[in-house]
């Protein structure tokens, strides 16, 4: 089975929230991963945002972050651009080229390659 978990939910917020839609897919991750599952983790929409922030040693996501590193595939490239995020050196994906913009990850070609989609 492969798993990508998709993290859309804004650090902006402010709320437990989204605090709690992050840690919970970076668990689901370290779950599957631990389980000797495929799983591959993207950061898209405002979710963008998250990478800089779980990449400061003082977030209460941090280590758990850095446990799953090896998953993360990426950022979207057109949401990291429109809401003006730090990729941290993460790849930029585009496979989904949407006119007018730098491109998105392809949820159908995640599909495609036999990947069940979560968002958190």
């Known amino acids: 089975m492969k798993t990508a978990i998709v993290?859309?939910?804004?650090?902006?917020?402010?709320?437990?929230?989204?605090?709690?839609?992050?840690?919970?897919?970076?668990?689901s991750a370290h779950e599957f991963k631990?389980?000797?599952?495929?799983?591959?983790?993207?950061f898209a929409g405002t979710g963008t945002r998250w990478p800089a922030l779980l990449n400061q040693a003082a977030h209460p996501a941090h280590a758990l972050f850095k446990q799953v590193l090896d998953t993360?595939?990426?950022?979207?490239?057109?949401?990291t651009d429109v809401f003006g995020a730090d990729d941290q050196?993460?790849?930029?994906?585009?496979?989904?080229?949407?006119?007018?913009?730098?491109?998105?990850?392809?949820?159908?070609?995640?599909q495609r390659d036999g990947f069940h989609v979560l968002t958190f």
């Not at 993360?72 to 949401?79: E, F, R, T, Y």
């Not at 993460?90 to 007018?100: C, F, H, I, Q, Y």
Request: proline share 5%.
């Open 7 to 27: 993290i859309l939910s804004d650090p902006k917020a402010n709320s437990e929230e989204a605090l709690g839609r992050v840690f919970n897919a970076l668990a």
């Open 34 to 42: 631990s389980a000797g599952q495929t799983v591959q983790v993207l």
């Open 72 to 79: 993360v595939v990426g950022v979207s490239c057109g949401c």
């Open 89 to 110: 050196g993460l790849a930029r994906l585009t496979a989904n080229a949407v006119p007018g913009t730098t491109g998105f990850p392809s949820l159908l070609g995640l």
